[in-house]
């Protein structure tokens, strides 16, 4: 049976390259790919996919207009495909995602997805929002926060390097930090509208059994 996989992570943890190593598996098996990307996503160039390692390579550019399901099935039509890979995942609709479950449970293509949880108020995606929900596998691609943590949150930054809290859930001019939850300081940034009551000197109460776990 074909599967939707979502693999997700936060910032600059590697999912553009691990998506065209899976590409590059497929093909070295004589095996046909289809890649897409959002066209919103210009930083390399609208229809390219491009690794922080120097790998890009051409992706089918789709909006939110776009039916997913009837173009890839038209593809499929043309020449088998064997495996359909999205990079940026988050930037899919809800309708999107639904198209995408069709093409593995009715074409029986294996769909990849790769992309961000949540934004830099650490709000969820509404693409990610779905694929959380829906897909077969879940794998969490790793990355570390300058604190030795694991990354979870993705911070948003200024040239100056402050952070920005207010804004857009889309700005791919800005740039972004992998942070652990804990660095995030998630009450006061997250919209949710809860600032928590303990100062320092609370949490210093804590017993070293408690600091621990």
């Known amino acids: 049976m074909a599967k939707l996989y979502f693999y ?14 899976s590409a590059h598996n497929y093909e070295e098996r004589g095996m046909r790919v289809l890649l897409l990307t959002p066209r919103l996503d210009e930083r390399v160039a609208v229809g390219v996919i491009g690794s922080r390692i120097g790998l890009q390579r051409p992706a089918f550019a789709f909006t939110a207009d776009n039916d997913l399901l009837l173009h890839i099935w038209r593809e499929h039509r043309a020449a088998r495909l064997h495996c359909v890979l999205v990079d940026e995942a988050q930037f899919l609709t809800p309708r999107q995602v639904l198209q995408l479950t069709l093409v593995c449970d009715r074409l029986r293509i294996p769909v990849l997805c790769y992309g961000l949880r949540t934004d830099f108020r650490g709000e969820p995606f509404e693409g990610s929002k779905y694929l959380l929900a829906w897909a077969d596998e879940l794998v969490e691609i790793k990355t570390i926060c300058h604190t030795g943590k694991k990354a979870t949150m993705n911070a948003r930054v200024n040239e100056q390097g402050q952070r920005v809290v207010e804004g857009e859930q889309v700005c791919i001019g800005h740039n972004y930090v992998s942070v652990s939850r804990a660095e995030f300081a998630l009450d006061q940034v997250s919209p949710v509208g809860y600032r928590c009551p303990l100062n320092d000197d609370d949490v210093a109460l804590r017993s070293p059994t408690d600091a621990q776990a």
């Open 8 to 21: 997700y992570s936060a910032m600059n943890a590697g999912k553009s390259t691990t998506l065209l190593q």
